[in-house]
């Protein structure tokens, strides 16, 4: 429309020059001509008959004719009326001052195609990862999307973004000393050579970071009891002041742990009998690590399972996101969101594998 309009607008122009050596007689003839060549057309056409105009005549008609007065237009021979004329005036000028306001930019930023394409790599990586996981990971990134449009791409693509997951709330007492309070477990698995080992761990409610304190296939009183006095000497290191340390009633936790924790000032918290909800900062760890571990990777021997676990340690503390530290890790804070455009749009994420690529971390490459 834009290109037939400029061409009528310059054919009327040279038009109007060939008008300037024409006389006011010759003009009064031409106009009489038109005049009557518009009574034969709507004498051979017919009150009835209405002629259609394309958008790009209106808008022509409507700027050479909308300067005349009232009076003027209403004692031309037009074919439309001149209330029509004025009418298609006031709407090419509605859709200028539309196109001027208009803002230049509405709603969301738009998507970058680099972003959603890491995404979907990421889910393809991770197939257990939820549409939650994949923000954190984007987030210890530094790329800013809101997880709604983590799940929009996913739903778009068929993939489902929340596995089902068992999932427990805290009680009241955890939530008001988290500050204070460390929780410990025991893990049973099985290696290849067919032995059962114990694994013992503990976390720090507060900071989310987790201490394995070591794994055995015998767990006997003096294995704990070391284990215990170990842990008391690293939070004494590290300057941690707990208060309280919650556990189950497992028998293998000997009675002298209790007075050990106690000479440092933690209190022993004992869950009630099937209640693991009192516990349940430890068991969610405790689910974590046979997801994304135990049940992912063939443990040959004790030894290989101290390995596999100090490697989770170190990824669970210094680059797993955590929901609940607002998708930091316990042990790095999460970076400020990137801002410049071009690298957004140049993204180049690397992968570091760990135990051969059961466990994934990404960064950016240097």
Request: charged share 30%.
């Amino acid at each position: 429309m834009l290109l037939r309009l400029a061409y009528l607008t310059v054919t009327n122009a040279f038009a109007a020059l060939r008008l300037l050596p024409m006389g006011d007689r010759d003009k009064d003839v031409e106009t009489l001509v038109l005049r009557h060549q518009i009574t034969v057309l709507e004498r051979q056409l017919g009150a009835d008959i209405k002629v259609r105009f394309a958008p790009k005549d209106r808008a022509l008609l409507a700027a050479l004719l909308t300067s005349l007065p009232r009076e003027v237009l209403r004692r031309l021979r037009l074919l439309v009326r001149p209330d029509t004329v004025l009418r298609w005036h006031r709407d090419l000028m509605k859709r200028r001052h539309a196109r001027t306001c208009r803002p230049k930019r509405a709603g969301r930023p738009p998507r970058v195609r680099s972003i959603r394409t890491l995404i979907l790599r990421l889910v393809r990586e991770n197939p257990s990862r939820g549409y939650r996981r994949v923000h954190g990971e984007l987030t210890t990134l530094g790329i800013k999307v809101a997880p709604s449009t983590v799940w929009e791409i996913l739903q778009q693509e068929g993939i489902d973004p929340a596995p089902e997951r068992a999932s427990t709330t805290w009680a009241n007492f955890l939530r008001s000393q988290a500050d204070a309070l460390l929780a410990c477990d025991f893990i049973e698995t099985i290696t290849l050579n067919g032995q059962r080992h114990y694994i013992l761990a503990v976390i720090e409610h507060t900071t989310r970071r987790v201490r394995v304190l070591g794994a055995t296939a015998h767990p006997t009183a003096n294995w704990v009891t070391q284990a215990i006095r170990n842990l008391v000497m690293d939070l004494d290191d590290v300057g941690c002041r707990a208060r309280f340390l919650v556990r189950d009633r497992d028998g293998k936790f000997p009675a002298l742990i209790d007075e050990i924790l106690a000479e440092a000032g933690i209190k022993t918290v004992l869950t009630g009998i099937r209640i693991p909800r009192m516990n349940s900062i430890m068991e969610r760890w405790v689910q974590s690590c046979h997801r994304e571990l135990l049940d992912r990777c063939l443990l040959w021997n004790e030894h290989h399972l101290r390995h596999a676990l100090r490697e989770y340690e170190r990824f669970y503390n210094h680059h797993r996101a955590h929901q609940a530290l607002d998708q930091a890790a316990p042990l790095r804070s999460v970076p400020d969101p990137i801002t410049d455009p071009e690298r957004i749009i140049n993204l180049n994420v690397r992968r570091r594998d760990r135990l051969g690529g059961v466990v994934h971390e990404y960064s950016h490459a240097a």
